[in-house]
């Protein structure tokens, strides 16, 4: 009785098992929508970007145009150790080279850089940061110090100066008789008036939120770049007694800074660059950031007019229109072999201390002119169930095509394997059919002054459920079966199935229209013998009919009476008896 009871109540298991598993099945089971709706692109961000196969500029600031000309190379003269600045006077460039000290050489061939010489310090340490006053070269070094190097002999620099109490020493600036001097301490002010007895005049360290990085002096005050507050300021007006003005800016880590007029451009480790307006000394205000497609990637930064020059590293150097500081937009982007550290640009040639692979030489007069051609591509804007197909759209553009330019669109429903021209503002069917929508459009112009521009991109859209497999009875079957029965391969996530029966391959007005819920069909009321075409559509789970199958035709012939072989032969036998006598007869008489 005990072993009854227990195999009774694992069979109640095993069933109870299998409904919640059928529950759960049904569940989890998807529910394929057609969907009509419409996507809207005004660039003011890059979500949608397709950034290997886009070339066009300005996306992310508000509109798209055709992307300037990039820098040329020149020429390059490579590294012994890692290029970290470069400074430049006359026919020199003096570029620190971390641990092989500070590069002398002669650039007046810009294709070719040659060796002059070479200052390294007895101990072995990083050169950070040189700056360049008459004959005199000021070097910060990681841990040797602050050295002031005599160049009159640039084949045979010499040292006329160290003072190194064990700081990590970094950027120095040279104004009239002063060196200011930053180090992972705070600013040294040194009077550098008589070589031969240098003094500090002052010292303040920094501010306890952050390092110092960077350094700039304008007029009475010294702007810094410092780790975790972005800006620091500092009063030089007395340069025996220099004053803290304040941090400003974001919680950001500044490394480095460049002056142009009211304006400060911090590069800073985690945004960008931030624009701050100084026209107050005491309350520098942010008044735009540049960021662009690289984000934090900027090292440093040089202005020339309304051009700023951001070092990139490993993302090269980055060109970007500030004639309005507020909003900022990227002009190029050029890559370089090695690491951008830093940059000078002067008479329309880039000097970059371009890490691993040295100073490295580029043209940058043609940056202003645009290339002849730019794409900008879309990732998928809409990804629909593959159950589903989109059928068509409509991409619509507001844009500037001046003479001598122009912009082509094309749009592609499967996910830009077939890519089909379209007219904007007028309704597109697919050809290649697919369920991921994209857009791309090829902007291009015949005069190198001028672009054509698009504001925003608007796409309505519509995806139906796929195609219907069809699969009995075959098509051009001849039967006399008046009540057929229509067969068809499963849609996953629908509700029901719509099959149609007509005359003509219009189907204007079928003589069977019904809604079922299987993948089968047997006709109710017999079919009169004539020629049919049938077709099948899922309907999703909102009600919408999607794409129909292929029609199929049907032949329907009328039923032929049976033979009776037995009669016919009885018949035939007596007609022939009949006719044999009535022969017969007649000879006889």
């Not at 702007?223 to 007006?237: E, H």
């Not at 100084?278 to 984000?295: A, Q, R, T, W």
């Not at 290339?371 to 059928?391: D, H, I, K, W």
């Amino acid at each position: 009785m005990g072993f009854i009871m227990r195999k009774k109540t694992i069979i109640n298991f095993m069933i109870l098992s299998s409904l919640l598993i059928v529950v759960i099945s049904l569940s989890f089971s998807s529910n394929v929508t057609a969907v009509t709706d419409s996507f809207t692109e005004n660039f003011s961000s890059t979500s949608y970007r397709d950034f290997v196969n886009s070339d066009v500029s300005d996306w992310g600031s508000g509109e798209i145009r055709i992307s300037n000309q990039e820098p040329s190379e020149l020429g390059n003269y490579p590294s012994s150790d890692e290029s970290l600045d470069v400074a430049i006077d006359g026919d020199l460039a003096y570029v620190p080279d971390r641990t092989n000290g500070v590069m002398i050489l002669n650039i007046s061939n810009s294709l070719s850089p040659s060796f002059v010489g070479n200052y390294t310090p007895t101990v072995t340490s990083k050169a950070e940061d040189v700056c360049i006053s008459g004959d005199y070269a000021y070097i910060g070094y990681s841990w040797a110090g602050f050295h002031i190097i005599d160049i009159s002999d640039p084949e045979n620099p010499t040292n006329v100066y160290t003072y190194n109490p064990g700081d990590a020493w970094g950027d120095v600036e040279v104004i009239g008789n002063y060196a200011y001097v930053i180090s992972n301490l705070g600013l040294y002010v040194f009077d550098v008036t008589n070589l031969g007895s240098v003094s500090v005049d002052d010292f303040i360290g920094y501010p306890p939120t952050g390092l110092p990085n960077g350094l700039k002096i304008q007029g009475n005050y010294a702007y810094i770049a410092s780790g975790n507050v972005n800006l620091w300021v500092v009063d030089i007006t007395d340069t025996t007694n220099i004053l803290d003005v304040g941090t400003f800016g974001p919680s950001e880590y500044g490394r480095n800074l460049f002056i142009s007029g009211d304006f400060v451009y911090v590069a800073s480790a985690t945004n960008g660059v931030n624009i701050y307006n100084i026209s107050n000394p005491l309350s520098p205000i942010v008044i735009g950031d540049y960021s662009g497609i690289f984000g934090d990637q900027i090292y440093n930064t040089y202005i020339v007019d309304d051009t700023l020059y951001c070092s990139g590293g490993t993302n090269g150097l980055i060109v970007v229109d500030v004639s309005d500081p507020t909003t900022p937009s990227q002009y190029t982007v050029a890559d370089t072999a090695g690491e951008t550290k830093a940059i000078v640009v002067i008479g329309g040639l880039a000097y970059i201390a371009d890490g691993p692979n040295g100073l490295q030489i580029l043209d940058v007069s043609t940056i202003y002119q645009y290339n002849t051609e730019s794409t900008a591509q879309s990732y998928a804007v809409f990804t629909g169930e593959q159950e589903t197909l989109l059928r068509n759209a409509t991409l619509t553009a507001t844009d500037t095509i001046v003479v001598n330019t122009a912009i082509d669109y094309y749009l592609s429903a499967d996910n830009g394997v077939n890519w089909e021209s379209i007219t904007s503002g007028v309704l597109h069917t697919f050809i290649n059919q697919g369920y991921q929508l994209k857009w791309k459009a090829v902007l291009s112009t015949t005069n190198i002054d001028i672009t054509p521009y698009i504001d925003t991109i608007s796409i309505d859209y519509i995806s139906k459920l796929n195609a219907v497999s069809l699969l009995n009875p075959y098509n051009g079957i001849v039967t006399i079966d008046d009540t057929p029965t229509f067969e068809w391969a499963e849609l996953t996530g629908i509700s029901d199935y719509l099959i149609q029966i007509d005359e003509t391959d219009d189907f204007l007005a079928p003589v069977i229209n019904e809604t079922v819920a299987d993948t089968t069909y047997t006709v109710s009321s017999a079919l009169a013998p004539k020629t049919y075409y049938w077709r099948v559509s899922g309907i999703d789970n909102g009600g919408d009919t999607g794409i129909f199958s292929e029609a199929r035709i049907l032949v329907i012939q009328a039923l032929v009476p049976e033979f009776n072989f037995i009669s016919f032969s009885v018949f035939t036998l007596i007609t022939l008896s009949i006719v044999f006598v009535v022969v017969l007869k007649r000879k006889r008489s």
